[in-house]
């Protein structure tokens, strides 16, 4: 390739990151960007069901290699790890939880970002049940959930909702 041609293509992919705004730029540089939101002390209030007080949730997340993973530790005790792995889209995610027995939970899932919207979906269990889990980030520091449950992965019901607060 000649300097011309090298300079003309090396115009139209800056061009084309410009268009595409920082943060579409940065995720296709770095495919882990939008899950290093997760770090952090979060407080999480449960809306369903009513009346739990609320818990302290704290994501300690690090890129190893390939992998990104994120320790979750729930009021003082370790819950999980939530291994996610890029799946060849943008924004698409396979993902695998593991306890802190080393078992993992279930087969792995997937995880979707569109925008605010981000989208976890279980493979069936053993019974056919689905689970997904729906997060709608509104900023940085406030993400509300709704986890439910699906037998025929389209009619699905609630089983817990509610809303995460970063601590600052």
């Known amino acids: 390739m000649d300097r011309k ?3 003309l293509l090396a115009t139209v992919l800056v061009g084309t990151l410009v268009l595409m705004g920082a943060t579409h730029a940065q ?35 690090a890129q190893i290699g390939r992998y990104f993973a994120c320790q979750q530790t729930v009021n003082g005790k370790p819950g999980a790890l ?11 995610y396979r993902t695998q939880i593991v306890l802190p027995d080393g078992a993992a939970l279930g087969p792995p899932g997937t995880l979707t ?28 520091d406030r ?20 809303d995460e607060t970063r601590e600052r």
């Not at 770090?39 to 449960?46: A, D, R, Y």
């Not at 959930?145 to 609630?158: I, L, N, P, Q, Y």
Request: charged share 25%.
């Open 27 to 61: 995720d296709a540089i770095d495919p882990y960007a939008p899950l290093r939101l997760y770090e952090g002390t979060w407080q999480v209030t449960q809306t369903t069901p009513a009346g739990k007080k609320p818990d302290r949730l704290v994501n300690d997340c």
């Open 113 to 140: 970002i569109a925008g605010d919207r981000w989208t976890y979906l279980g493979e069936p269990d053993a019974k056919g049940v689905r689970y997904r889990t729906v997060n709608v980030f509104s900023g940085r």
């Open 5 to 7: 041609s090298g300079r």
């Open 143 to 162: 993400i509300h959930f709704e986890s439910a449950r699906s037998t025929d992965g389209k009619t699905w019901t609630v089983t817990m909702a509610g």
């Open 82 to 92: 939530v291994v996610f792995i890029p799946d060849a889209a943008p924004g698409h």
